[in-house]
C-alpha cells in the first residue's frame, strides 16, 4: 500500500481508471443483487468517510457525533417523501404541487399534503442542512480546544437520536419512518433494484473524493492542516482559525447529510438507532484504518470494514460452524463471529494507533521534488525576484498606510501574581532594526506574544502603522503586516517546506472553496504564483532549502528549519518582521550569514524587532538595542553604549565581576 | 407522598446516584489535570469494575437477592468486595496507561483520545460477547432495613453509599493534598517538565492517577451494581458521560469540582425525571455539558490545571 504513494501520478492515474472501469461494469458481472446491494452500502459508507476525514483527518477535530448530520440528512429526505406529515391542503401549496414537491391527497376540505419532494433535489438540499446545523452547533463551540469539542460532539451525537426519538409527530420516534418512497428518474422508480443505487452511490464517492482531492492541496486545505499541526502558529500565519475550522465542520456535516439522503432512499425506513454512537464510530475506525488525512485511505477503509461487516465476518461464522459441526463443538457450532465486529474495531483503533499511526494508505504529500535542472535555475537566479516582490510589496503598503512604525506604550502583562512586562515602552521607527536582550526569563517573549495577540496585556497600548493592536486575533494582527517566528520554531511539522511557505501567503491568496473545487483559471494561476514565490524566498537561502521543498520540515537540521520558519514569516509579506532568536542552534558563520540576510531584508523597506543573544549579531544589526530585566526596561540606546552600561553587565554576568 | 416528600426522596436518590458519578468523575479529573488527556477507557473500567464485584459477591455464595447478611460478616464481605474491585480495576487502569498510552505521551492531536476509545471499545465488546448482551442479576446481601424521615425512605444501603463515597472522596483529597505522592500530582499537573527537572517522576506520577482513578471507577461500578440490582456491558457508557459531564461541570482538573459536580449531575437526573420527563434527561445533561463547555469552560469551581497550549 505504501508503495502506491510511491508510485508516479501517471501510473496511479492508470490504476484509478482500470480500478474505475471495473467499478462501472461490476454489476454486469452477475454476481447478485446481494452484492451489489453491498457494494451500494460500501459507497454510502465511503461518502461518509470522506467528509469526517476533513474535520478529523485534514483539521485533527476530533468528531464523535458525527452520525448526528448523517441522520439530520437521512430524516430531512425521510420526512419530506413519506406520509409522516401531511397538513390540511390549501392553495397555498398549488406552486409546489406544480413542480412535483407536493401532492395533494384527497378532496375537499379533508384534502391533506403528501411530501414529494424529488430525491435529486433533497441530495444537495439535505447536504446544506446538515451543514448549516453543522455550523450553527459549531460557530459556539469549535473556539473550545480540541479535545473538549469531541466530548461537545459526543453529547451533540447523544442528542439528536433522542430528540428523533422523542419527537414522535415529525420523526414518527423509535418505530421509525416508514414508506419513504425511492428516488426516480423520468418517472422510473428505483424501486428495490440494487443496481441504481449502485450507481448513484458510486457518483457520490466520485464527486466527494473530487472535492476532497481538489481542497486538500489548496489554500483551504493546508490551512485545516496548519491548523491540525499548530494551531498558535495557524493563527499567527494569518489564518482565521475559527472560520476555517467551521468550514472543516460544515462540509464534513454537508457530506454526512447528503449520504444520509442517498442511504435512507436506498433503505426506505429510518430508524434512530440507525445514527447512534457506533457508527460515528465505525466511520472513524475506517479512516483510521485507512490514515488519516489521506483522501484515498478513507475510501479504501470503508470498503474494507464494509466488507469485513457484510462478507467476511458471515462467511468465516459460517465456516467455523460447519467446522463445529463436523467436529462435534458445541462451542465451534454456535460461535457467532458477526457480533465480534465492534471488538475488531477496538482492535484496529488500538493497533493502528500504536503501530500504524499513518494508516494503511498515508496521507500523500503533495509535492513534486524539484529536477536538478530546475533547482539550479531557482539557486542562480538568486533571491532577486523575491527581493523585488518583497520590496514592492513594503512600498505598496507604505505608500497605502501610514509608515510601518512599532510604538508600545506602558505595556504591563501579569500572569496571575507574577509581573512578567512592567510599564514597557518602546519604538521601532519605520524601516529600523531594534534588539531586544535580556536574560532568560526577563520577558522577550512576552513582548512578542503580546505585539502579536498571543497574550493579552494588562495595561499599555500597541500602535503599529495607525492600528492599535491590543484585543486584535492573532490573524487579524498578520493583516496589519506584523509577522514573527517563534523562539521554540513553530513549523507545520508533518507538512512539506513547500507547504509551510505556502501557508505564509494565505492572506494573500483569494481563492474561495466553490473555486478551488471548480479548479477556475484565477484560481490555479494564484497556485502557480504562489508557489513560484516560495522558490524565490527559499532561494534567498542559496541551496540551503530549495533541493528540500518535498521534505516534511521535521526532518530538516535546525537551522534549516529556523530558515523555513524565517521564509514562512517572510511570505505573508510583512511590513514589521519580528523575529525571536533567529540565529540560536546556528553556529558562528551561519549565523553571520543569517545577519547578513536580516539587514538585506532592512534594505527591503522592511522594520525589524529582534530578540537576540548573541551580541555580535546585535551589534551588527541593530540600530538600537532595548534590555530587558525582570520585566523591566534596563536600558536602551545604540548597541556599543549598551554594551558597557554597567546595569546591563550585572544583569547578565553579575555583580561580582563588575567588580573584579 | 406529598409534593414534598417527593421532591425530598428525590433528592436522596439523586444524592446516592451523584455519588457514583462523583467517583467516576474523580478519574476523568485527574488523568485529565494531569495529562489533558479525555480519557473514554475510563468508561469501560467502571463496567469492569461491577462485574469484579459481582464475581467476588458470587464466590461468597451470594446469588440474586436470597442471601441476606448482617453485622460483621456484611460489612466484612462488602469490606473485601470493595478492596478486590478497587485493586483489580486499578491495576487495570494502570495496564491500559503502560500498553497503549504511554507509547501515545508525546503525540499531538486527537491521536491519544482515539486510542482511548478503542481500549474502551475492546472491553465493552469483550465483556458484551461474554454476557451474550444480558443483564446480570447482581447480588445484594443488605438487609432491607430502611429509615423513615419525614415521609422520606432512606434505606440502610442508601446509607452505606454514601459513607463509602463520603470516605473514598476524602481519602483521594487527603491524598492529593497531604501526601508527598500528591504534591508530585499537584506539580506534574502544573508543569510536567518542571515537575520531572525537580526529580518527580512524571511516569510513576502518571500511573498512580491511572491506578486511584481507575480504582474509584471500579468501587463506583460495584457501588452501582449493589444499588440498581444489576451489571450489564452498556453501564459504562451512560454513567461515563454524565460523570465526564459532572467532571466537566465541577471544573476539570479541579478534585472538589468532580465531587460537587457528580452530587448536581445527580440531582439533575432524578429531578429532571421527576418534573420533566425522564427521556429529556439526557438532553438535559448534555444541554448542560456543553454549555458549560461553551459559557463557563472552568467549570463552577475554576480549573485548577493550568491552560497549556
Redesign the interface.
Known sequence: MKRFAALSPRTRQMVFLVVLAFLLVFPFLDTGQANIDIAANCAAYAALALGLNIV?GFT???D?GYAAFFAIGAYAYGILNSYQLHPAWSSAWAPLAAIGFVAKLGVGAAATVHFTVPFWVMLPVSAMIAAGFGVAFGA??L??????L???T???G??VP??V??WSSLTNGAEGLNGVAPPSVFGHSFGINSTPYYYVGLGIVLLLLFISLRLKPSRIGRAWMAI?ED??AAGAMGIHTTRLKLLAFAMGAGFAGLTGTFYIAKLQTATPDMFD?PVS?MV?VMI?LGGLGSVWGAIIGAVLLQLLQAWFLPELSALVQALGNAVHSPFLSNLELT??S??I??????TM??YR?DGIVPASRNEVRLSFAQQDAAVSRGALPAVERLSRACAQATTAGAPAALAVRDLTVKFGGLTALKSISLDVPAGGIVAVIGPNGSGKSTLFNSITGLVTPAAGSIDFAGHQLIGLRPDQILRHGVARTFQNIRLFPNLTVMENVLIGQHTHLKSGPGGIVLGLGGVRAEEREAREFVLELLAMFGNRLIPRIDQGVAQLSYANRRRVEIARALATRPRLLMLDEPTAGMNPAESLELAEQIAGFRDLGLTVLLVEHKLDVVTRLADNVIVLDYGEKLAEGPADVVRRDEAVIEAYIGRGAVNA | MTGSAIFLQQIVNGVSLGAVYALLALGFTLVYGIL???NFAHFSVFMVGAFVALVVLQAFGLQGQSVVLHGAPLVLVLLVALVVTMVASGALGVMIERY?LR??RN?K???????T??????????V??ATNAQAINFPDPMPAASYHVGGVVIRLKEILIWIVSAALMVGLNLFVKRTRLGKAMRAVAQDAEAARMMGVDVDHVVMIAFFAGSALAGAAGMIFGLYYNFAQYSIG?TAG?RA??AA?LGGIGNVPGAMLGGIVIGLIETLGSQYIAA??A??II??I??GT??FR?AGLLGMLAPNR?
Do not use: C, Q
Not at chain 2, 492531536?109 to 482515539?114: N, S
Open positions: 478529523v485533527g477535530l476530533l464523535l459556539p463551540t473556539r473550545l480546544k480540541g479535545d473538549y469531541a466530548i461537545v459526543l453529547g451533540f447523544e442528542i433522542i430528540v426519538r422523542n491540525r494551531e498558535i454512537l464510530i472513524l483510521v457480533s465480534a465492534e471488538l474495531f477496538g482492535i484496529i483503533l488500538v494507533m500504536l499511526r | 489533558e488527556l479525555i497503549t507509547p501515545m503525540v492531536g486527537p491521536m491519544a483520545m482515539i486510542t476509545i478503542g481500549v474502551s471499545y475492546i472491553l465493552f465488546n469483550l458484551l460477547l457508557y458521560l465526564f459531564t466537566v427521556r429529556w439526557d438532553v448534555f444541554s455539558l456543553i463547555l461553551v469552560p497550549s
